[in-house]
């Protein structure tokens, strides 16, 4: 469903490359606050919660469940329309941005709350992307 | 800030409205600007203070020749010009300057060297995280947590339908608006779908066009040529850019607390305001924007504007100049609603509310990602 040679591709910044290291090697990584314990994401090497900057990072379970969503009709980079845009709720808390894969993109097939896992397609050498699939 | 210290003695739209092929976007920012102060009877000499958003405001400034003493390029989408004049209320009551011009100009349709929508390079947080999954334009972001607010209420696409149905009533009694023909709520929901549960009557329009501001201490505001309309109370708030990190996707947390503090500053209550307007991007933001400045309660806001309570002959007027749905959308809307706000406290409003005294224009900046609230009043609201 991809086409690697036009999708728009993250650039890693020295704060993320630990999630895109961990993605190629078929990780879902978040961080953790060693003094609150706030889960968080977007990666930063500080908890956004107490500012705190004693944090870690763990593989998350890879379990979501679906948050929100549309279904585009407008073609962008590398996608064919009609594709989901969707927010998921990952088991640890935080939510991310995904494209909802291995099922129809049909309001009937995409439905809110719907138990979802992470899969990985990567898209260049450096670049696997996280999408989310239903749970089976 | 001193309730109704400032006021707003100068506003103008750009001469045309639409298609602008044969201006660029910083003549359109130009041409607005100079209405707005043939509006107030300056010229650039009596300017001090300019504010504007896309572009740099120093270039603005040097285009028209105006030498500023205070400029901010706030650029924060949308609402960027309710944030410039609720920062130019804080400099003029501060003597950082005296007259503040805000303008915006946009080629939002013909791109006549525009600025555009913000490149997001691969780098940034939004192009890491969300652009690589098509959420890269309005249609794909600001709508994304609707299916959440409609399905935590109980409620359908269709209950968003009306939105559009009776802003095009409104568009129809503005000469100025671009789509006037009625529709009706089998015409949005059959139209074609852009990005499900949107169809094309739920999105705003693309179009050229700029509105201009000037703003002074209201005791000078009596030797202007039109009434003065005064700021009675303001607010921003931020989320951020990120859709996916918004803390609530029934509710924006920018426009509550911008609504909380702007009818806290204005003094006001809910009843006191005869006529609103919300940024409607999309036809879901006006729901959102009932519910977060508390006209409604969370997910009462479609059965009342069902219930024609917005509509023309209704009690809480909303987007009487047709909205972004209707009307026009260069891209950054929120000047426009702050116009029709103004218009309609001068009584100039080609939709006329009857007895409007206060005015609430509330901005949706980027994906919910920034909020501002101005809530205008005539001199017999400072009574
Ligand atoms: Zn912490």
């Known amino acids: 469903m991809v086409d690697t040679k036009q999708r728009h591709l993250p650039r890693p910044t020295p704060e993320t490359l630990h999630f895109w290291d961990g993605t190629r090697s078929g990780e879902l990584r978040l961080q953790t606050c060693d003094d609150c314990g706030a889960v968080y994401f977007p990666p930063r090497p500080f908890c956004p919660e107490c500012s705190n900057r004693n944090v870690s990072v763990f593989a998350a379970s890879g379990r979501a469940t679906l948050y929100s969503y549309v279904i585009s009709n407008i073609p962008a980079p590398g996608l064919e329309p009609p594709f989901s845009v969707a927010v998921v709720t990952l088991e640890e808390g935080p939510r991310l941005m995904t494209n909802i894969v291995g099922c129809d993109q049909t309001p009937e097939a995409l439905t809110l709350d719907m138990p979802l896992e992470v899969t990985f397609e990567a898209q260049s050498d450096e670049i696997t992307l996280p999408f989310f699939k239903p749970a089976g | ?383």
């Open chain 2, 1 to 383: 800030m001193a309730r109704g210290s400032v006021a707003v003695v100068g506003a103008a739209e750009t001469s045309k409205m639409g298609q602008i092929t044969e201006m660029s976007e910083l003549q359109l920012q130009a041409d607005a600007a100079l209405n707005a102060m043939a509006d107030a009877g300056l010229t650039a000499a009596d300017i001090d203070g300019i504010a504007t958003a896309g572009k740099p405001p120093d270039a603005l400034a040097q285009y028209l020749g105006i030498t500023p003493s205070w400029l901010d390029g706030t650029l924060i989408g949308g609402s960027s010009f309710m944030l410039h004049v609720r920062h130019a209320l804080s400099a003029i009551e501060t003597g950082l300057c005296t007259t503040v011009l805000i303008v915006h100009g946009e080629s939002g349709r013909s791109r006549v060297e525009a600025e555009g929508f913000p490149e997001f390079i691969g780098g940034k947080l939004a192009g890491q995280f969300e652009v690589p999954y098509g959420a890269s334009l309005p249609p794909t972001m600001f709508t994304i947590p609707v299916l959440r607010y409609l399905a935590s209420h109980g409620l359908t696409p269709e209950d968003m339908a009306p939105v559009s149905v009776i802003q095009r009533e409104w568009a129809a009694l503005n000469p100025r608006a671009t789509f006037k023909d009625p529709i009706t709520v089998d015409d949005v929901m059959n139209a074609r779908m852009v990005a499900y549960p949107f169809t094309l009557l739920m999105c705003c329009l693309r179009t050229d066009g700029g509105g201009a501001l000037i703003l002074t201490a209201a005791d000078r505001a009596k030797d202007f040529p039109h009434l003065p309309v005064y700021v009675l109370g303001t607010g921003e708030s931020a989320e951020g850019p990120l859709v996916s990190q918004l803390e609530d996707f029934t509710s924006s947390k920018a426009s509550r607390l911008s609504g909380k503090r702007a009818f806290e500053e204005a003094g006001i209550s809910h009843a006191d305001v005869d006529h609103l307007m919300i940024y409607d991007a999309f036809a879901h933001v006006p729901l959102y924007g009932l519910e977060d400045l508390g006209f409604c309660q969370p997910g009462e806001a479609a059965e009342f504007i069902r219930n024609r309570h917005t509509a023309p002959g209704g009690r809480l007027p909303l987007n009487t100049n047709g909205g972004g749905l209707s009307y026009m959308h260069s891209g950054m809307y929120g000047m426009y609603a702050m116009q029709e706000s103004i218009r309609q406290l001068r009584g100039t409003a080609p939709a006329q509310v009857p007895n409007a005294n206060i005015s609430v224009a509330h901005g949706v900046g980027g994906m919910f990602s920034v909020a501002g609230t101005i809530i205008f009043g005539t001199e017999s609201a400072m009574q």
